[in-house]
């Protein structure tokens, strides 16, 4: 009994620690894509260093929120969760119309 115990909380330790793994993979990977953006490393990302961006470039004004002509990384964060809403919304469109 005492071994099943055991065996069960080391599973569920097991699972909790790759969630928390997976969370900061995202977090990572968006933190690694707006490093890859800004090339002069100065913290924000200008308007021809987005040239290599199409969707952010299209978004530009909308997420330069403080007017400042450059994207930071908490601008960036939630073009990152706008792109993520859209694509999940499409994911659900496609299940709905199967």
Same mark, same amino acid.
Do not use: N, Y
């Given at each position: 009994?005492?071994?099943? @115990?055991?065996?069960?909380?080391?599973?569920?330790?097991?699972?909790?620690?790759?969630?928390?793994?997976?969370?900061? $993979?995202?977090?990572?990977? $968006?933190?690694?894509?707006?490093? *890859?953006?800004?090339?002069?490393?100065?913290?924000?990302? @200008?308007? *021809?260093?987005?040239?290599?961006?199409?969707?952010? /470039?299209?978004?530009? *004004?909308?997420?330069?929120?403080?007017?400042?002509?450059?994207?930071? /990384?908490?601008?960036?964060?939630?073009?990152?969760? *706008?792109?993520?809403?859209s694509s999940d919304a499409g994911m659900?469109?496609?299940? @709905?119309? /199967?």
């Amino acid at each position: 009994m005492k071994h099943r @115990s055991i065996t069960g909380l080391a599973g569920l330790m097991t699972a909790a620690l790759f969630s928390s793994a997976v969370v900061a $993979g995202d977090a990572e990977k $968006g933190h690694s894509q707006f490093q *890859m953006l800004d090339q002069d490393q100065d913290g924000a990302i @200008s308007a *021809m260093e987005a040239e290599s961006s199409p969707e952010l /470039q299209s978004q530009w *004004m909308q997420l330069d929120g403080d007017g400042s002509g450059t994207i930071d /990384q908490a601008e960036f964060s939630a073009f990152e969760e *706008m792109q993520s809403e859209s694509s999940d919304a499409g994911m659900t469109e496609d299940k @709905s119309s /199967q």
